[in-house]
């Protein structure tokens, strides 16, 4: 089933050695018989893995990420005292509601899952039509729906995504086989995956010493490797395999033999040279692990099939918010090894087939809302009233990107929660600011003499203010006194306890001239420094001034600088920077960022020569 023995003369190898048992033993070590199989992946992440070495096209990337799209806050309740297996799956929530064509194009998500106690039964997404479901992702994406139909499902399902209010998305850029003539062809074929999925379950991880690499270091170092290696006897294909045909048992027998004599390394030669076993990936693993907990069982696990030459996408939607996560992203390497024993001066060489479960990348992250942005602000007097003015307050909408302003210690972790979870790069102190929700409701800042930055409104005189019922707005009346100035900065806080960045800073005065009431509300600017007195203190932090390689004469650029006493000459055909990039007649920008402010400013520079 998995290929013929073969028995091989090696004297012509032999060289200087007596026997070939002296010659294995030089190369491999002293035992009599083993099994090799190397072969090459790598994953996304560094470093690339050896195991021991192998096959450069098993190269793929994993892109996951969390996304917050809505908040359903009735949804968010109902699951938060629910483990995550209890959470109803995505893929049977929509199979559960969506049984025929015309129901896809009525399907509403935010209604049902503003009802989930409703909608989301667990008798509902248990009925028997339901449970007959042509996959289950714990098991594996199964054999009945096909490689074929199953892509058609995953695109059609995950279209439907922007309908949650909240989910993971592990996209993976599969290995680009060609599927002729290969193992993955025979198991889309005769529907045998869950098959070996269990085969790989049964089997023992463990960990392994191997070598390994970064794309960018050619230095080897080494690493243990989590991986799990499952034989496949030919007992698995003759006796444990059950095809849904019997008869096609012995078709795909002679698919196999002939697959395996086609790609395995026929001879000792190929072994000594170290060259590589022949490998193909036939799926993937994803594996979920809470972070908080000790145990190291992972919460979910889902396999799915190498079903497409470009990409796979699998929706989680079994997540919580503000809980951290680590996805494992696992290849399943199918690799035809070789069994190696000798006796005498001869070898004999049998085939055995693996499937090898190698940990190939991992992530880890939380799901959180992105802050609001600052809320849209009316300020409104009273008629014939100098003492009392009214505000208005509604959920601000729209994106930005912004350093944020903080108030206090707790502000600032979470800001630091959500740099972490917005994935900024390291150096970069901005995050998104986003309204995708009404305010829960917002706070009022009051000063009452003019502040010089944004922070000057910690020690302000703050007072919360509720939304009116279901409206995203809110309003209060503030006593004011006439003939007096104050300023005021409002931010909005959400669901989720996440403030806004701070509204600009409204210039609040009533005048009452003889009884003549004038009301003035504009917006204020903080006071810019004074650049000339602080240019000399700024003159430690920046410096700028061409390197000494772009001031040094450049002779072969400038070909009559051997009249150096000729000024003339000079002032026409001088040339400096002996570099190849050169600074000189060039414009450069230069941006200075507040840190108090956020504001900015450019200073536009152009290096010329003054040959005067």
Not at 361 to 372: C, E, F, G, H, V
Request: proline share 4%.
């Amino acid at each position: 089933m998995s290929g013929d023995a073969k028995t091989i003369d090696v004297s012509p190898l032999l060289g200087n050695f007596n026997s070939i048992r002296d010659y294995i033993k030089f190369t491999f070590g002293s035992r009599s018989s083993f099994e090799y199989d190397k072969f090459l992946v790598s994953g996304h992440y560094e470093p690339v893995y050896e195991y021991p070495i192998a096959n450069n096209n098993n190269v793929f990337k994993t892109r996951i990420k969390l996304n917050y799209n809505f908040l359903i806050r009735n949804f968010e309740e109902y699951i938060k005292d629910k483990d995550e297996a209890a959470i109803p799956e995505f893929y049977r929530i929509l199979f559960g509601k969506i049984l025929e064509e015309e129901a896809f194009k009525k399907f509403n998500g935010q209604s049902i899952f503003d009802r989930p106690e409703e909608n989301l039964k667990e008798s509902m997404l248990d009925s028997e039509q339901v449970r007959s479901l042509p996959f289950k992702f714990e098991k594996s994406i199964s054999d009945e729906l096909g490689f074929a139909d199953l892509k058609t499902f995953l695109e059609r399902f995950n279209s439907f995504k922007e309908q949650m209010p909240f989910y993971t998305e592990i996209k993976i850029d599969t290995h680009q086989i060609n599927r002729e003539n290969t193992f993955l062809e025979i198991v889309e074929k005769y529907n045998f995956f869950s098959q070996l999925v269990a085969k790989l379950q049964a089997s023992e991880k463990k960990l392994k010493r191997i070598k390994t690499t970064t794309r960018q270091e050619s230095n080897n170092s080494e690493a243990d490797v989590s991986i799990t290696e499952a034989v496949l006897e030919k007992s698995f294909f003759k006796e444990e395999l059950a095809l849904e045909n019997p008869r096609d048992l012995s078709e795909m027998a002679a698919s196999l033999n002939k697959l395996v004599e086609t790609k395995r390394l026929s001879n000792l030669r190929q072994i000594l040279r170290v060259q590589d076993c022949y490998s193909e990936v036939i799926g993937y693993k994803i594996s979920k692990f809470d972070t908080k907990g000790a145990n190291p069982t992972p919460i979910s696990v889902m396999y799915v099939p190498n079903i497409d030459k470009q990409s796979i996408e699998i929706i989680d939607n079994r997540i919580k918010y503000d809980k951290e996560y680590i996805y494992v992203v696992s290849m399943l390497v199918f690799v035809i090894c070789e069994s190696i024993s000798f006796r005498n001066n001869s070898v004999a060489l049998e085939p055995v087939l693996k499937i090898f479960e190698v940990d190939s990348m991992s992530y880890a992250n939380t799901l959180l809302d992105s802050p609001p942005i600052e809320p849209e602000v009316e300020i409104l007097p009273f008629i014939g009233n100098d003492s009392r003015i009214k505000i208005n307050l509604s959920t601000g909408i729209g994106t930005k990107d912004a350093i944020p302003v903080v108030f206090s210690p707790q502000e600032q972790q979470r800001y630091t929660k959500n740099k972490e979870a917005q994935e900024r790069q390291e150096g970069d102190r901005k995050i998104t600011f986003s309204s995708d929700e009404s305010s829960d409701f917002f706070i009022l800042y009051r000063l009452e003499k003019a502040p010089q930055t944004y922070r000057d409104f910690e020690t302000a005189d703050i007072r919360s203010i509720a939304k009116e019922f279901d409206s995203p707005a809110g309003s209060l009346d503030d006593n004011i006194k006439a003939n007096k100035k104050y300023y005021y900065i409002f931010r909005s806080v959400d669901y989720h306890g996440n403030f806004s960045y701070p509204s600009p800073v409204y210039e609040v005065q009533i005048k009452n001239e003889n009884g003549v009431i004038l009301p003035e509300f504009k917006l204020y600017e903080f006071k810019s420094e004074n650049l000339s007195s602080a240019s000399k203190a700024f003159r430690r932090y920046l410096y700028v001034a061409p390197a000494f390689r772009q001031k040094m004469l450049n002779e072969q650029a400038g070909n009559a600088i051997r009249a150096l006493n000729d000024r003339d000459l000079i002032k026409r055909e001088v040339s400096l920077g002996t570099g190849t990039d050169s600074l000189w007649d060039r414009k450069f920008k230069i941006r200075l960022n507040s840190k108090s402010t956020g504001k900015s400013i450019d200073i536009n520079v152009i290096f010329s020569i003054n040959k005067d």
